[in-house]
């Protein structure tokens, strides 16, 4: 398949060709499409128009119908001799291996002594199922300490909700602050409705201390210092309280702790001139901001990763929800929308008598992290290294290399080479597997079955039908499951004859049945709002809480505070490091594509042009950034756009183990990086790091 194509060539080569809907599944956004196959080719892939992404794709999905027939991907199921060395081996011969491995752990150390961590993807859901339920351990998680853990605990405990979408089109004030809307790996759905409002005029804020694709859009960028919006927000509440811009009916009846929540604000000192000081955003801008964004309805304020790579971005997310609230607009037009879900079921269920019991708790809890949405992954290398807070022996990584992802790259390669076990399943080889015991070749989503949830605003399923042959011998989750479960005596449970069969049982409760489905790829449901008014927020009151019970509950503090980031700029290291992706990258599955690599080859450092000039760094020249932890190597970028102060990596390149073309092009900055979580939801600081830097 070529890369572009006029309309009269893209025609012609779909006539004939056989449609099916799916998904892209490059990242978690997951937009639905149509694939278009002749031959055992995939020869067209578009956006599905009819869905909530209306057939938009971005440049990482357009480019992803290399993966259909890359040949780097990996083939067959293999198992590690040494170091660069593996052999190949049969399927059966792998779920043999896992069996007995899992029976032998499970004898020795018991069942939670197994972990499995996946990314990206839904029918990994077939492995929870396996073991938690079967087997019997506690530990099955994602992802999301290293991406959005504080926003989502935030969100959560303040609202009750896992997954607030937005409202932006309806919106007439937004307010952005850690997250790059029109950059990097957003909804599509959302990029849209934000391009929409402000084609129609909507005045857009973004708080970032770099200037992002998103801030290059805006009305306004507020280069803010970098890890301190909790203050920023605190003030904007503090001015919203003292001025009475709250919407005090709503804040009576629907939020709880509002009367103890306004005398923190004015009790603490939290002042638009106290936040001047810690921020560099001037007062009278925080107060401007504060009455602006009270003053106009619609307007909403919100985040997504980017508050929580710092120490203090629990705190701060959870403001961003506080400030809605005030305004009384949650879950209104133009706000944050309380997504509901479409009704899918398991796949496959245990009946209760074969469920095995579980006897330890979670590894997140049993760390301290009782209310922490997934798992600190940071800490995993205590649990393998240290046997604390109990040991771990054997891991599964599904589509996920925390070689490359985590922070202190050494030791997490460290406890790699102490497990007792290991497995990855991707569809590349990675840092990560290059380590495991056994490497497992997945399906790609060209080659599988998926329903999954939409992430778009209202509810909504979509159907991913396989539109190729596996490449090779490589299996979806689902068959790798299955055949593990055979030989554990657990086959008579994950038994069908083909997916539909799976499939007919997650959708059984919803408005459209499969075959439906396969004709349109998706069932959508209408966006509904002001849902609280039938059965209020899945919070423990019941209301939005600006004093969390939940905090209360487990020792902290109900109500948010602003402490300084942790690791701040000295003499020695006078920069603070920050990072942010690339829209053309996103896991594994980008690394190695040429498209991708054509468009942007390498990455680089952003600098202020006053800090470059003071030290002699002209654009494109090859600097060296140096933590208290080590160096790296990396182009420069010289721009106004970033903070003075601030060195801005770009990340998603600097793979080293390919053998493809990605092969040594940009450079990887988390082996330069310490651990540092979040004590309360275990996200991952990545931002929480000094660096000095020269040219070289
Ligand atoms: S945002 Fe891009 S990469 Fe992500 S699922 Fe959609 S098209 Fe694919």
Redesign the pocket.
């Known amino acids: 398949m070529r890369e572009t194509a006029g309309t009269t060539e893209t025609l012609a080569r779909i006539r004939d060709a056989e449609m099916t809907p799916g998904?892209?599944?490059?990242?978690?956004?997951?937009?639905p499409?149509e694939v278009f196959t002749r031959g055992g080719d995939v020869v067209y892939v578009r956006?599905n128009t009819r869905a909530s992404?209306r057939g938009?794709?971005?440049?990482?999905?357009?480019a992803?119908h290399v993966l259909a027939k890359d040949p780097n991907r990996l083939k067959h199921p293999m198992k590690r001799l040494g170091p660069n060395e593996f052999q190949r081996i049969t399927w059966d011969e792998a779920f043999t291996l896992i069996a007995r491995k899992l029976g032998e752990i499970k004898a020795a150390w018991g069942p939670e002594a197994v972990a499995y961590l996946w990314h990206l993807d839904p029918n990994s859901v077939f492995a929870q199922v396996f073991l938690t339920e079967c087997y019997g351990t506690p530990n099955y998680y994602g992802h999301t300490s290293a991406c959005e853990q504080d926003r989502r605990l935030a969100a959560l405990t303040v609202l009750g909700h896992v997954f607030p979408v937005h409202d932006y089109e309806h919106s007439k004030f937004i307010m952005l602050l850690g997250i790059n809307m029109l950059g990097a790996?957003?909804?599509?759905f959302e990029s849209r409705g934000l391009l929409q409002a402000l084609s129609q005029g909507t005045r857009l804020v973004v708080v970032d201390p770099a200037l992002t694709a998103t801030a290059e859009k805006a009305s306004e960028w507020v280069p803010i210092a970098p890890g301190t919006d909790g203050a920023l927000l605190l003030a904007m509440a503090h001015t919203i309280v003292t001025e009475k811009l709250y919407d005090e009916p709503f804040c009576r009846q629907w939020t709880h702790g509002f009367d103890e929540f306004c005398r923190h604000v004015v009790e603490r000192g939290y002042t638009a001139d106290w936040a001047q000081g810690v921020t560099s955003v001037e007062a009278a801008t925080i107060r401007r901001l504060a009455r602006e964004f009270a003053g106009t309805k619609p307007a909403m304020i919100e985040t997504f990763k980017g508050l929580g790579n710092y120490s203090n971005g629990l705190d701060a997310s959870r403001v961003v929800y506080i400030l809605n609230a005030l305004t009384g607009q949650v879950d209104g037009p133009g706000n944050l929308i309380l997504k509901e879900w479409a009704p899918l079921q398991p796949p496959v269920t245990v009946p209760e008598a074969r469920k095995a019991k579980i006897g330890k708790p979670p590894l997140h809890v049993a760390m301290g992290y009782p209310l922490a949405p997934d798992l600190p992954t940071q800490l995993l290398p205590d649990a393998v290294l240290e046997g604390k807070p109990y040991p771990v022996k054997a891991l599964f990584f599904q589509c996920t290399n925390p070689a490359m992802s985590e922070p202190n790259t050494e030791r997490y390669l460290a406890m790699l080479r102490a497990l007792d076990f290991s497995v990855a399943i991707d569809t590349y080889m990675s840092e990560t597997a290059a380590e495991c015991h056994l490497v497992l070749p997945e399906a790609s989503f060209y080659e599988r079955a998926e329903v999954r949830q939409s992430l778009a605003m209202p509810p909504e399923a979509i159907l991913c039908v396989p539109a190729l042959a596996p490449y090779h011998e490589a299996r979806p989750v689902y068959e790798i499951v299955r055949g593990i479960a055979e030989k554990m005596g657990y086959g008579d449970l994950f038994r069908w004859d083909s997916w539909e069969e799976w499939a007919r049982r997650i959708v059984r409760d919803l408005p459209a049945d499969l075959e439906t489905l396969k004709r349109t790829g998706f069932w959508s449901g209408e966006v509904r709002y002001h849902k609280y008014r039938e059965g209020g927020f899945a919070t423990p009151t019941g209301k939005i809480e600006l004093a969390s019970e939940s905090f209360a509950k487990h020792g902290y503090n109900a109500l948010p505070e602003y402490r300084d980031r942790k690791v701040l700029p000295d003499a020695a290291y006078p920069f603070q490091l920050i990072n942010t992706k690339f829209e053309t990258h996103?896991n594994l599955t980008t690394q190695n594509n040429p498209i991708l690599l054509r468009i942007r080859g390498e990455n680089w450092a952003e600098l202020n042009t006053e800090d470059a000039r003071r030290l002699g760094i002209a654009d494109g020249d090859r600097i060296e950034v140096e933590s208290p932890r080590g160096k790296v190597g990396i182009q420069a970028k010289v721009r106004p756009g970033v903070r003075p102060g601030v060195v801005c990596v770009r990340h998603g390149h600097g793979f080293g183990h390919w053998q493809g073309i990605a092969k040594g092009r940009g450079s990887h900055i988390n082996p330069i990086l310490d651990t540092n979580v979040n004590p309360i939801s275990g996200g991952i600081g990545y931002n929480e790091c000094k660096v000095r830097i020269r040219k070289v």
Request: net charge positive; proline share 4%; hydrophobic share 20%.
């Open positions: 998904i892209c599944y490059v990242c978690p956004w997951t937009c499409t956006g992404t938009s794709r971005c440049v990482k999905g357009e992803s790996n957003q909804s599509l996103c």
